[in-house]
């Protein structure tokens, strides 16, 4: 089978940065994987290039084995879609309004949005549970409930890999816990999920496979309990491992198991 | 009698709509769409007659509609002052208000700011230049049916904005400061710069007259001709603009979000640019240049029915051409039989209503 993603040696730099070196790795259809990483690794950037917004400077992204830049840009916005950490919205759009832009890609040069559209609004904003927002104007929500209308509009495109940069970011525990189960209620609609994840207490038990992208270290792939542990950790976010609770839990579970 | 139980209802006396989600009333201040555009229609078409019947000789509006419908004809001198004189300029009025409005609204979508206007923007700063360098050295020449002087002012106010446009934006964001402070400048030097085709005009002096009206923004009495090319062309634009209207809205989620969503960005901002400088032009050539009507227009518009760009176009359009009708008559009946020019009263009528806006959008607009 082949990935419905996969980077090869992908490099990236803005200007003279080198931000991203050589980068590889597959995601197969199904998966739920988590991007973590120290700030400044090029988190955001690994989505970007994977959502065909910026384009490698060596190395290639496939999407479904075809080389993803040579794609029409309506062809990759129906099967990937990213819901980016902010998005700014000028006027007082509705939610609805906002999240019938993700049908930008169905639509022809001068045909509208039809019924199908209409429907692919109204499945969008019940997956993401916004469906009693849609009238509401869209800056005057608060944090969670903006989270959940920017994955409607990343849903609204029908995609098959949704791509998430720090979805948790900005949450109280609460609305992380509803967002992690949003995730999961996702991916058992047959949808892949790719997001950057700056908490690390919510990858384990929640992603199927972890990337850890960090300057110190080469991309590293992996499950939870291969990539979760206090030595690579500390090694990729340059953090002394006795000082974060995280990892000092790790560390007494690991003496418990040896001892 | 029993005291009044206090109604549950709401204060009109109404239930209020209910839905199975609850929270599914429109955002308060919404109005429906069809009943607002025949609204529209109807005041327009009252306008006009109103205009039509203000003037120094008075003809009454209820005379006007009855020759319209077959009933009593008008006399000689009447039909000459209707329809020689008052109906081109209140056409042409509707066709400037319209033009403005609907340029205004696509250039406020495009920077995703309710601040910009061809005015504010130097659109229409550069339209004159151009339509100056038409009346001074070319005014003989046309091509495919159109002036120089048209052509000159579409191609001075695309110029323009393409330089405006550019200096704003950095990394593909447009900084709105800067924008302002672009079209501020830019707009200053090309008002200015008409001032040395007056020094250097070395003609009777009718070329200055045209200029003068043009910088202080009077709407003339057109030829038949002129109008029915204006207004053609305005058809056009607007046509146009009916597609650019959806992804206006697409582009409210920033241009890198756009072009995720699959739209060409650069093609969608070239054609909203010569869209809106052509309709800028269409004004410009025929009535100088008039500040703050594509600015107040399309933002009462917004509060009224929400920022969707598609519904915008023809509420927009509408309600432009009956505000600057309204105005143009206001312009030359209030202070009758001295004239004043429509873009001078605008600026006294807009100049406020900018600085409420400035101060209002402080909180609403964060960018």
Known sequence: ???????????????????????????????????????????????????????????????????????????????????????????????????????????????????????????????????????????????????????????AQQPKLLLLDEPTQNLDIGRQVELIDLLHFLRAEGITIFASIHDLQLVEGNFSSVLLLSPEMPLMNGTPEEILKPSLLEKAFNCPPRRHPMLLERIHRQEKRVG | MAPMAPAPESPQGQ??????????????????????????????????????????????????FSALFGGHPLTATQQVILLQIRLPRILASAVVGAALAISGLMFQGLFRNPMADPYVIGSSGGAVLGACIGIFFFSQLSLFGFSATALLAFAGSVATMAVVYSLARSNGRTNVITLLLAGFAVSTMLGYSSYFFEAFDSGSGSNHLILLSWLHGVIGIPRWTQLSVSGVLLLFAALVAIPLMRRLNTLALGDEYAHQLGLRVEYTRIGIILTGSLLTAIAVSLGGLISFAGLIVPHVARLILGPDHVRLLPVTALSGAIFLVVADTLARSVFAPTEIPVGILMAFLGGPFFLYLLRKTKRSYVL
């Open chain 2, 15 to 64: 239930v209020p709509e209910t839905h199975p989600y609850g929270e599914q009333l429109p955002p308060k201040g919404r109005v429906g769409f069809a009943m607002l555009v025949s609204l529209l229609v109807v005041l327009l078409v009252t306008v006009v007659v109103l205009s039509l019947a203000t003037g120094a000789v008075r003809v009454s509006p209820g005379a006007i």
């Open chain 1, 1 to 155: 089978m082949t990935p419905l993603l996969s980077f090869r040696d992908v490099s990236f730099g803005y200007d003279d940065l080198d931000v991203i070196r050589s980068a590889s790795f597959d995601l197969e259809t199904g998966t739920c994987t988590a991007l973590i990483g120290p700030n400044g690794a090029g988190k955001t950037t690994i989505l970007k290039l994977a959502a065909g917004t910026l384009h490698s400077s060596s190395g290639s992204v496939l999407l479904n084995n075809e080389l993803l830049h040579t794609l029409a840009l309506r062809r990759v916005a129906r099967t990937v879609a990213l819901v980016p950490q902010q998005l700014d919205v000028p006027f007082q759009f509705t939610v609805r309004e906002v999240v019938e832009q993700g049908r930008t890609p169905y639509l022809g040069f001068l045909r509208g949005p039809v019924r199908e559209d209409r429907i692919a609004v109204d499945r969008a904003l019940e997956l993401a549970d916004v469906s009693g927002l849609q009238r509401r104007i869209f800056n005057e929500l608060s944090g969670g409930e903006r989270q959940r209308v920017k994955i409607a509009l990343g849903l």
